[in-house]
């Protein structure tokens, strides 16, 4: 769990996620609207019918990414605070996969930020989805995350001394 | 001073599908001095050939960031080759 | 309460708002997203410190107009339920007046919907919001409802016989 | 047959703003045969002459339907003046 400046509130969890306590890290007196995405297992994915799903990540990177995607909205929204949970390991159908709830003064900021952070989140934090069907298993389509534009020959600095 | 073909060791990691091929989901790696992720790649492809098909379909990360493949590696470099990734 | 076809749900309470059994409502397994949109007591208005609110309806028609709203979104948006609650009465700083939860297969047809039914919730309800501020009371700044094209010579029939 | 100036009589709402200035919520009006939205509107602001400035800012319904000022009315109708709505 990471509480950066705004109380912002990026998580990785192996157990059900709480929406309810998303909402009240994120709600204050001083807002008036806030606009949740709840993103869960459904029965079936293109025309099979879907027996449970498994969620893997590559965690360091994934909350970093989040926190990027939270920063982001503070920077392009008149937002309050973001809280982006997603669930790992094996999940049944109808539970929480990911969990997005954004607070603001006024409802339109809310909105568009809190589709940004799913939209940006889909196409962007290392995270992995294998679909389980009655005859077999597959890693599910997804999409190649954009390299960013970088000054040639430089490398991002190792996070931790080799 | 450094000497010329000094060896730098990174730590590789993998996700998805590539940890599947590979067998595993870490690796500690030893390289050239100056070698590139695109180089480090092909060590892969050496030792797993089916490796090879998947790499346009595979974005690198150095450090938790995603990067171009030309990207020079340093000692303690962690580096992963990212599938298509699918959270949500 | 009224349950149409899609199982929808609209409804006026005079208690707090249960966002929680609103989302159960409108979950199902074939769906993927539920966007919700919570709009609450802010503790100021245009500047000035607000103490609280009270909120009245011509409640047949509120509903009737919340009603017209979910059959507006399952006419233009791929969804599958949609709850709509409004509170009235006395609330505090903080409570939730308005709560909207809307589920989909896709993540975008739940968010333009709850979106579309927010807005226009809020141009066609008739609900009216007093504001009480330390030095008097205020009946907010609202919308006029438009009225809809009608056929010349022709009156809605009355509901009830005379 | 029906008499020639036969009256109707319809309910009226009143709300916000409108059932303070009037000083209640409920009324039954009655009206000739025939009578706009308008007409009985007018009747409220023979009573009540501060109503007329609240005008411009309202809209009329009629049996939970908004509606043109002109619209006739029956036997039965239930009227509202209705204030900009401030829901949500």
């Known amino acids: 769990m990471t509480t950066p400046p705004h109380s912002d509130l990026f998580q990785l969890v192996r157990g059900p996620i709480d929406p309810a306590a998303l909402v009240r890290q994120v709600r204050a007196a001083e807002d008036g609207a806030i606009v949740t995405f709840d993103g869960f297992v459904r029965n079936e994915s293109r025309g099979r019918r879907t027996l449970y799903l498994e969620y893997e990540a590559y965690e360091s990177m994934a909350l970093a990414k989040m926190a990027e995607i939270a920063a982001h909205i503070h920077a392009k929204f008149s937002i309050h605070r973001v809280a982006i949970v997603h669930r790992l390991g094996r999940l049944e159908i109808g539970e929480t996969s990911v969990f997005i709830a954004v607070s603001a003064a006024h409802r339109s900021a809310a909105f568009d930020a809190c589709r940004y952070a799913i939209d940006t989140l889909k196409r962007t934090v290392p995270i992995w989805k294998k679909e389980y069907f009655a005859d077999g298993a597959v890693w599910a389509d997804g999409e190649l995350p954009p390299v960013p534009a970088t000054i040639p020959g430089t490398t991002p600095a190792a996070k931790t001394a080799s | ?88």
Chains 1, 3 share one sequence.
């Open chain 2, 1 to 88: 001073m450094a000497t010329v073909s000094q060896s730098i060791r990174v730590k590789v990691l993998f996700f998805g599908r590539i940890k599947e091929l590979i067998g595993r989901a870490e690796d500690s790696a030893d390289l050239p001095a100056g070698a590139s992720i695109e180089r480090l790649f092909a060590q892969y492809t050496a030792l797993h050939s089916e490796l090879a098909k998947y790499r346009p379909s595979l974005v690198a990360s150095c450090n938790q960031e995603f990067v171009e493949w030309t990207t020079l590696l340093h000692s303690g470099d962690e580096v992963a080759f990212i599938p298509p990734v699918s959270g949500g």
